[in-house]
């Protein structure tokens, strides 16, 4: 057996590109990284690490690096909380100039100070700290240095320029309503919310009418699943956290008929949009399993056929500038869907994974129409996300639409594809073991490059957060320690075998703040499971609230006391992740993994933990008096639910599915094609089907809700 130990080198020129040689395992184990690990990691980065000798001249390279450049690729900084570096030749002076957003320009001081030396390439290079202003204001702006020898600023030796970004210090409290110092709102997954008018999933229609019927309860805001675009062609990844892209919205979710355009639609063609949905409208009432497969053929069928309406001058011009303001990302995206049908049952060949071939920019001009169909969907997406929030906020909501941001994206997706240079090549991220998952989790998605985030100024991160914040009051950050560090998987090792990789945090969540009070709009960020205590601590302090699930809020031996909690969260009952409450409350969470044979030990020991937990758990309601002796099932879901109103935190959630008796989970961990993951539509207790048209007579929704309101 072979030592994969690293050596010191191996392991200084690791951590020097943020790669983690040890770490502290979910068990409490001091894990030592191997040598075979940092190695694939350093060659995803374009790091050279095969050899002793390729170490030792990488490490100098990585040491000297810095000391080359006049500028940092970009600089992300709180007002006058970050000295720019700016390394200076000997014999040399340096002007900086700031352009700012609005187009003005102004000088960039250099104090007088003893800066810091070091020879390379032979020559001495100063590092000047040069301070922020407290008064630059908050933006994308950009700095430009000119270097010139002593005595002759007319002639520049160097030249550069580099993203400069300004970011708030604070998000601002939640908004709430005239009169209350916190809100609360409903959580939904909404391809599992359908009306009578949907087209077998939950729409964007739909998403707008939800949010009004929660708003006249006097909900603040609506949570709803990630609505970033999956594929175009059969088979539709269920999951709405493994999309195609992060930027994008998913076509799936459009109501054909709230086109405008289909009011101008021949007989002909009106019928068969209608021809269309009737396949699709029969499953509404179905409470099985919801096909997005079909529902795609059907909404695809008919929005070829609104697609060829023409359109008025007006909506001609809205489609042209929203066109150009998404740019070339949305050509790049409409291209690969339309690649996507173009091979489809086929395969694409390699030449059309890449870009740049020659192949693609053939078939660039040969599918121009359906570029421009997936184009105009985005558009029409656009539109009906921007209505739906204008119902939320017609409802009273002080918030509105709450989106939830994946963690990544699908490896054979439209951002892996055209953003190719920005992901680390050969790699995926997920989870180290724990008692859940012994052998660790991949999610099979590539990870962002570091080093190419911070050379692109952070744009990709911003255009993503603009798209999701361009109609909504919040955003929900799935795992929202991704953005300090993540779970890298070499290809070929397994999940266990990986380690974390560090990001800059503080440009990653200065420019999700930025970007975030621009539109006026609340952050979260889910910070569940194993996540250091200074990384809560330093979001609280940012503004950014946390995540809080009941049963998973514990003190000593028994239950966190609700008035415990943080402040700065959004608290809940359960999540996404657990079985609706009325599931958990009859052990639904045991007896599924049971069946799917999940379990780690014994089944009676399974349960025997869940009836101590949920024992524990109504005697805390009962001292509280919150419940009654011989308490049913929907009494104890309000109590629980009324049980968190005693919290100091800021923002409550309630989950549809526990105001409306749901038991069955929505997705459950360590599964794949074992359990319909993602693709539950939502039922009462007696298994059939709750439709939108209905939820507002009710009588558990109307007794959560009001009961919730009225604590809050």
């Known amino acids: 057996m072979t030592d994969d130990s690293p050596t010191p080198e191996l ?3 690791a951590d020097a590109h943020g790669i983690a040689t040890e770490y502290w395992s979910f068990f409490g184990d001091r894990v030592h990284v191997p040598a075979t690990t940092l190695r694939a990691i350093l060659a995803a980065m374009a790091v050279l690490a095969s050899t002793d000798a390729e170490v030792a001249a990488s490490l100098a390279e990585a040491d000297d690096a810095p000391w080359r450049a006049l500028l940092p690729p970009s600089f992300v900084s709180r007002p006058g909380a970050r000295t720019l570096p700016v390394h200076v030749h000997d014999g040399h002076d340096v002007d900086l100039t700031v352009f700012l957003e609005d187009g003005t320009a102004r000088d960039l001081p250099i104090p007088d100070q003893q800066p810091s030396s070091r020879v390379v390439d032979g020559v001495t290079v100063w590092r000047v700290e040069v301070p922020i ?9 950009s700095v430009h240095a000119i270097e010139t020898p002593f005595g002759d600023r007319g002639r520049a030796a160097r030249e550069a320029s580099a993203a400069l970004v300004i970011t708030p210090e604070r998000m601002p409290a939640p908004p709430t309503r ?14 599992s919310v359908r009306s009578r008018a949907s087209w077998g999933m939950g729409d964007f229609a739909d998403l707008g009418d939800l949010a009004a019927i929660a708003g006249g309860t006097g909900a603040d805001f609506l949570l709803v699943n990630p609505i970033h675009a999956a594929e175009v062609t059969s088979r539709i990844e269920p999951s709405p956290y493994l999309p195609a892209t992060r930027r994008f919205l998913a076509p799936l979710y459009i109501r054909p008929e709230d086109i405008r355009e289909v009011a101008y639609l021949t007989p002909a063609e009106r019928a068969l949009v209608e021809a269309a949905r009737a396949p699709v409208v029969l499953s509404d009432d179905d409470a099985t399993r919801i096909d997005r497969d079909a529902v795609w053929a059907a909404k695809r069928a008919a929005l070829d056929a609104i697609f060829r309406a023409p359109l008025s001058p007006g909506r001609a011009a809205d489609l042209a500038a929203f066109t150009a303001r998404e740019g070339q990302p949305l050509q790049d995206f409409a291209l690969w869907c339309a690649l996507e ?14 870009i740049g071939s020659g192949l693609v920019a053939e078939l660039r001009g040969q599918l121009a129409s359906r570029v421009q169909f997936h184009v105009w969907l985005q558009w029409i997406a656009d ?9 939320a906020k017609a409802s009273g909501m002080s918030i509105g639409i709450l989106h939830d941001l994946a963690v990544g994206v699908h490896t054979k997706g439209s951002d892996a594809w055209s953003l190719r240079d920005m992901y680390a090549p050969g790699m995926t991220v997920g989870a180290p073991p724990d008692m859940y998952n012994q052998q660790g989790q991949n999610w099979n998605q590539p990870p962002w490059l570091p080093g190419a985030l911070a050379e692109a100024g952070y744009a990709p991160l911003r255009d993503m957060i603009r798209t999701l914040l361009r109609h909504a009051g919040a955003l929900r950050i799935d795992h929202v320690i991704g953005l300090f560090r993540l779970w890298w998987i070499p290809a ?13 945090h503080e440009a990653m969540i200065g420019v999700l703040m930025l970007e975030a009070q621009r539109a006026g709009a609340v952050l979260i960020g889910e910070d569940l499971g194993n996540v250091e205590p200074w990384v809560r601590d330093y979001l609280s302090a940012r503004g950014i609230l946390g995540t809080s699930v009941l049963w998973f809020e514990r003190e000593g031996d028994g239950f966190r006391p609700p008035e ?3 402040e700065s969260l959004l608290a809940t009952v359960n999540t996404h992740d657990l079985p609706p409450t009325a599931g958990y409350l009859a052990d639904e969470h045991v007896a599924l993994r049971a069946r799917l044979g999940l379990l780690t030990r014994p089944v009676e020991e399974e349960l025997a933990e869940a009836d101590a937990e949920r024992a524990a758990m109504l005697a805390l309601l009962r001292q509280r008096g919150l419940i009654s002796e011989g308490a049913g099932e929907a009494e104890v879901i309000v109590a629980l639910n009324v049980l968190i109103t005693a919290s100091p935190s800021q923002l409550l959630g309630v989950a549809l599915v526990d105001a409306v008796g749901e038991r069955r989970t929505q997705n459950q961990p360590g599964t794949d094609k074992e359990y319909p993951n993602w693709q539950i539509p939502l039922a009462g207790p007696d298994g059939r089907a709750v439709l939108l048209d209905d939820l507002a007579s009710n009588l558990r929704f109307v007794s959560l809700t009001r009961a ?3 604590r809050v």
């Open 383 to 391: 539109q009906q996300v921007e209505r739906a929030q204008a119902e």
């Open 492 to 504: 070929g090792l397994g999940a266990g075998a990986g380690t974390y990789v560090r990001y800059d």
């Open 133 to 141: 202003p407290h008064d630059l204001p908050l933006g994308w702006h």
């Open 564 to 566: 415990h909690y943080r």
């Open 708 to 710: 919730v309101d009225a």
């Open 178 to 191: 005239p009169g209350r110092h916190r809100g609360w709102g409903l959580m939904a997954q909404l391809y």
């Open 11 to 13: 392991a200084r020129l």
């Open 341 to 354: 049908e173009h091979f489809e049952g086929e395969g694409r060949p390699d030449e059309a994974w890449d």
